[in-house]
């Protein structure tokens, strides 16, 4: 019976017929191949020319089809003498080498797969033969998630160590610059060592991104007396962050043990013991700031808490008035994804889900709207300007001369990855345009005074992989109703468009090579300026 190999061909999924039985190939199989070829749309020009450069026939008036074995070798004459035009273009064999793949000898001894993966193989090597000629061109970034991209809890994907491979010269030296940008939090450090164990390549910090990332940018903050909320190594990634004066809710909680009744073994504990007013509660100093880095184990307590500090203006020794006012003492939240994908069958919640929680407890006491004077982490716009931040001075640092003009975000959720990546290019689209841009809510607005390096990419495209929160089965991002269901925060429109991404790709290295094929392509492939000049995305 007829059996179909796919061996991926760039994002072109050429596919190759195998009769397992007679080595033959059927004809409905090979128009599949041709229309696999010529119905594929954007950005893959580099293939239509060379294409056009091997054989201006279509695939079924090339190939014979009176017996099985010469539809195999007709095949194979097809890929052998694609392969040697990639090879010639891209000046990776050298010419004299051309003989062989018109040698009828040679191409009796291998079968259309594997010369298809071989071509494969080839066309990679190609982009990286690229890369290192024209990295004085670069003008281009990418930034990855992590979590269901690179790999998922903590097992790496086989495709993010293939698609590394792609990125880097034989020093595992980066040849384009590289952010990675999560919405988990930890050290830096333990990021990058992490990566650098999965990836066999050598991440630094500074590359790393997690949702509590921008806060170093909060100079305004870091002297003040803050509360941080999260898990793990909160006190060290708040000093890292440059926080200077730190408190846990457990300090909160000490000093005022007859806020925590949610907890029974508290209130058992106050039966059995009594209280009398601490000393510590005494010269507790006011919260004047609350950050929230990650989800907190015991929710209840932190919900407790925290509404309480709002309400007080940081300090709950007094009920406060019965008139509350709308105004509270800043609060900052990191990271507002609803869910998040990790080993599990199904998607667990995330520390988005813990502020659905507080946002609703504290409406429904005081009637008002928490007010978040920053939501950082994807999907918001200040997260976005800081990887730029970070990708420019990735660039710098390999040597990269030209400003960045364009981003690509390679995610796998199209709520929060491509939403925010879509977003972030709308963002840079109304900055040409106008030299102030309005934000519809404050918590999303980028202070002028933020030290970062020049703007300067007029466009963010947004990659979907399916290995992870988004699954493909379920089809097309454009056509589910998607506006039935928002999951993002309350703070970010429910705009379904936002939620398209400009390209799907299998996994990350479908991704990459997709990226490299339109980016690094144009270089050494084409003359007719296929690719948008700058001037098109300011007017």
Excluded at 10 to 29: F, P
Excluded at 116 to 126: C, G, N
Excluded at 351 to 376: M, N, P, R, W
Aim: overall charge negative.
């Amino acid at each position: 019976m007829m059996n179909i190999c796919r061996n991926c061909l760039s994002n072109l999924k050429l596919t190759v017929a195998v009769n397992r039985s007679h080595a033959g190939l059927c004809r409905y199989a090979v128009m599949h191949c041709q229309r696999s070829f010529y119905s594929t749309g954007g950005g893959n020009h580099i293939w239509k020319s060379v294409i056009s450069r091997t054989s201006r026939q279509p695939f079924s008036q090339t190939i014979p089809h009176s017996s099985h074995s010469a539809s195999n070798l007709g095949l194979l004459k097809i890929l052998q003498n694609l392969k040697h035009k990639i090879c010639l273009l891209t000046s990776s064999l050298p010419s004299r080498t051309t003989s062989k793949y018109f040698s009828q000898s040679q191409v009796s001894r291998q079968n259309p797969a594997s010369l298809a993966e071989e071509i494969t193989l080839t066309f990679s090597e190609s982009h990286k033969s690229i890369l290192s000629r024209m990295k004085d061109q670069v003008d281009f970034g990418i930034i990855f998630d992590i979590d269901g991209v690179i790999g998922r809890g903590s097992n790496p994907f086989m495709a993010s160590k293939k698609m590394m491979k792609l990125l880097t010269d034989k020093d595992g030296e980066f040849m384009v610059p590289v952010s990675f940008c999560t919405n988990s939090v930890g050290l830096a450090t333990d990021k990058a060592n992490l990566l650098s164990n999965w990836l066999d390549v050598k991440i630094k910090p500074e590359q790393m991104i997690g949702a509590h990332g921008p806060l170093t940018v909060f100079n305004e903050l870091h002297d003040k007396r803050v509360l941080i909320v999260g898990q793990g190594k909160i006190l060290e990634m708040a000093h890292e962050l440059g926080f200077t004066n730190v408190v846990t809710i457990e300090e909160v909680k000490e000093a005022f043990p007859l806020l925590d009744i949610v907890d029974h073994s508290n209130r058992h504990y106050i039966a059995k013991h009594g209280i009398t007013r601490s000393h510590s509660q005494d010269e507790f100093e006011p919260i004047e700031a609350i950050v929230l880095i990650g989800e907190p184990n015991r929710w209840e307590t932190h919900l407790q808490l925290i509404v309480d500090l709002l309400l007080t203006g940081g300090h709950p020794a007094f009920a406060p008035d019965k008139h509350i006012p709308q105004q509270h003492i800043p609060i900052v939240a990191c990271n507002m994804d609803l869910v998040f994908m990790a080993d599990a069958c199904m998607p667990r919640f995330g520390h988005g889900a813990f502020l659905v929680c507080l946002e609703s407890l504290y409406k429904k006491i005081t009637g008002h709207d928490i007010q978040y004077k920053a939501l950082i982490g994807k999907p918001s716009e200040i997260t976005f300007r800081y990887a730029e931040h970070c990708i420019s001075k990735h660039a710098q640092q390999i040597g990269i001369t030209k400003p960045i003009r364009t981003l690509y975000l390679i995610g796998d959720n199209p709520e929060v990855d491509v939403f925010g990546s879509n977003l972030y290019n709308k963002f840079i689209k109304e900055c040409l345009q106008n030299e102030n841009c309005d934000f519809p809510h404050t918590s999303r607005q980028i202070p002028e005074d933020f030290d970062f390096n020049p703007q300067t990419a007029l466009r963010c495209n947004s990659v979907l992989v399916g290995t992870g929160v988004y699954d493909p089965k379920i089809g097309k991002i454009e056509d589910q109703e998607l506006d039935v269901y928002h999951h993002g925060h309350r703070d970010f429109e429910s705009d379904k468009k936002l939620k398209v991404p400009s390209m799907y790709c299998s996994d990350v290295y479908d991704a990459v090579l997709s990226i490299l094929e339109k980016e690094v392509g144009v270089f050494d492939f084409t003359n007719n300026n296929e690719k948008k000049d700058d001037s098109e995305y300011l007017s």
